[in-house]
């Protein structure tokens, strides 16, 4: 088996493991990361081999990419405190303990190599936490906090780890200069992804087609971390901010088409990378048993004391911070986001899973500087992979067992209510668009009357009991019919776009006409959809 035959394998897992995934209720990334475990041990499969400087802008700008899409601004200012304590104040706690543990286990490390230690191993991962917690029901304030901490921890760590990799050279390291450098890069980030986000928006309405607008947001997330990294930038901050941005600003209503489009291209692109990041995790242990072999007591030794550091140290941070958080909450009354009881704190802790970015950052660290080998790295990598295997298995696989037991869950009542609330706005904006346009429009008094029904009808969709009874069997019956003769047109669309398909294989058709023709009843079709 070569390279291209294990990548097309994991692809095919990616895909797989989500139904599968579904089936068993386990998360997708926890299977891949088996699966890629079981592959590393057969005989044929070969060892991964990825360049160590495409690792970092391959794998995490889609990822982040595909992240930031389910989140808002809104969402990240009202958590902006609670992410605060844990994106930036808890990656510099963990990495300064981590590296204070892994210099007393593992002799002569120096305190370069075990701050890159720390850092990579630091961020807890926003692919496994969106993807574990995410599907188990948790408050939407915690899957806010998980997402926003998992988003933002990666720049502190990144840049960290780079100021680690610099002071390997230098044979120095200074905290000072980790602040600075990190305010530094913050700064270049968030220029870079404004200015492109500001440019992408424009080009993005000048193409008008979907598929070019499509495939420039492809190219964005690579660009932003490429140019911010060449500028000294944070390529993670980059991709994030410009992200943001485009969800803030590039939006149009009625762009239906071009929503949906991009909505599944970039659930594709989310699924089938994640799922190859993952099971390269799984795969690694090819490279991580062979570095182990005859220290097997002390590389174990060393992994599991870091691991219980990883664990102890986000459970004593968390602690303090939520109740910190709510103090400053009370006293503010801000609208935020915080964990508001002792269980919903614990799943927090247990959430902490480590991943892809623990992974991409292990995988990154160069052979050698200078010609000069790289110090320790074969165990910075058994250790990295050592938590990122325990925190991603045990806590992964445990996560919903904990959560069925704490009892912790979403209730429906905010999200009802802003559903209804949402129903009656649109009713309300449906019924002055229409107003308007009678006002400068003649049309007869019984289309008059349909379309007002049809504006409360929008809105009964959405929310049902924002009607009054009398109201809401009128609509219902009203939906009967419309449903029926729907599937009737639904049928027909069927028939009509089957006899397209049988007309592409006669002798004569031009496959382009015919595809054309196809694309016009799709695009009926999807419209006439109820």
Known sequence: MDQLALISLLLLGAVVMVPVGDRLGLPSPVLMTLAGAVLALLPFVPNVEVPPEFILPVVLPPLLYAAVQ?????????????????????????????????QAVVPGMPLAAAVVLGALVAPPDPVAATAVAGKLGLPRRMVSILEGEGLFNDVTAIVLYHVALAAVVSGSFSVPGAFGA????AVVAMAVGLLLGWVTNKLMGMLGDPTLQIGLTLLVPFTAYILAEELKGSGVLAVLTTGLFLAEYAVDADDVLGRLAGYTFWEVVDTLVTGVAFGLIGLELHNIFWAASGRWDQLFGAGAAVVAVVVAVRLLWLLPAAWLAKRMHKRRDY?????????ETVILWWSGMRGVASVALALALPYEIDGVAFPDRAEILFIAFAVVLSTLLVQGLTLPWLVRTLRVRATSDVADALERDLAIRVIKAS?????????????????????ARRAYDIGARIAPDIVDDERRELFEKRITRMRKVQRIQGEMLSAARHEVLAARSEPGADPEVVDRVLRQLDIRSLRAAP
């Open 182 to 185: 990190l305010v530094l890069s």
């Open 431 to 451: 019924k002055r668009r229409l107003k308007e346009i009678l006002e400068v429009e003649e049309l007869p008094e019984e289309v008059r009357d349909q379309l």
């Open 70 to 102: 389910r989140t808002s601004w809104r969402q990240f200012t009202a958590n902006l405190r609670p992410i605060f304590l844990l994106a930036v104040l808890l990656v510099f706690a963990t990495t300064a303990a981590v590296a204070a543990v892994a």
């Open 335 to 343: 609208d935020e986001d915080i964990p508001m009881s002792w269980r």
